[in-house]
């Protein structure tokens, strides 16, 4: 991932918690596919009406307030928001660890200043054209179609993860010689570690 361009959900709610992106009932699976289509059940039966409108359907991108994904742990939050196609959530804060758990699934959580929210809102909620939205990683800016610049925060590894497509599974696999050569040391030096003896 280096750019995600496109519509973005205008939600602006603070404190979004895993309860109002997926609820416990879509809990019984550990499967990552079809979450969607219980994703902010809770915010819609609520009124907030962005997530059934046919405008922002399959956008991949969300603005939200301040600490985005409290609450429990779940990473079926995380699948609910990547099953709908969301690709980046951008936020003044997130929950620590809704955020490790949308990097482990490839989803960008952008930490924008609080002075952002408003004015991507109000792009957001534009139609066409003049609603999207375009994260550049590379730059690590939320850029609007009238030429508006506005940083994002992210850690730089995860950074580098995203850009490479890494995922932690990958990055162990690529120390594959490293893990070989430690393992033979081991079985020399310390054989009873190593089940040899």
């Known amino acids: ?31 990552k596919v079809g979450l ?3 994703a902010f059940d809770a915010l819609r039966e609520s009124g ?4 059934g409108d046919p405008r922002w359907k399959g956008a991949p991108l969300l603005v939200a307030g301040a600490n985005f994904g409290c609450g ?3 990473e079926h939050a995380a699948w609910a928001i990547a099953d709908i196609g969301i690709r980046v959530v951008i936020a003044p804060s997130f929950s620590d660890i809704f955020s ?8 960008l959580t952008a930490f924008v200043d609080e002075a952002a929210i408003a004015p991507l809102m109000a792009v957001a909620q534009n139609d066409g054209a003049a609603g999207t939205l375009k ?32 995922d932690e599974i ?15 040391r081991v079985a020399t030096a ?7 003896v």
């Open 48 to 51: 907030v009406t962005v997530f």
């Open 1 to 31: 991932m280096t750019v995600v361009e496109g519509r973005a959900y205008p939600l602006g709610l603070a404190n979004v918690d895993t309860d109002q992106i997926i609820g416990s009932d879509w809990l019984k699976t550990i499967s």
């Open 72 to 74: 429990s742990s779940r």
């Open 170 to 184: 990958a990055l162990t696999r690529g120390e594959d010689d490293a893990i070989s050569a430690h393992e033979a």
């Open 190 to 196: 310390e054989p009873w570690l190593a089940g040899a």
């Open 135 to 166: 994260a550049d990683l590379i730059e690590q800016v939320i850029e609007t179609p009238d030429g508006q610049r506005w940083p994002f925060r992210i850690d730089s590894f995860r950074r580098a993860c995203l850009i490479d497509g890494l």
């Open 100 to 107: 490790s758990n949308a990097f482990k699934n490839g989803i």
């Open 36 to 38: 969607g289509a219980g």
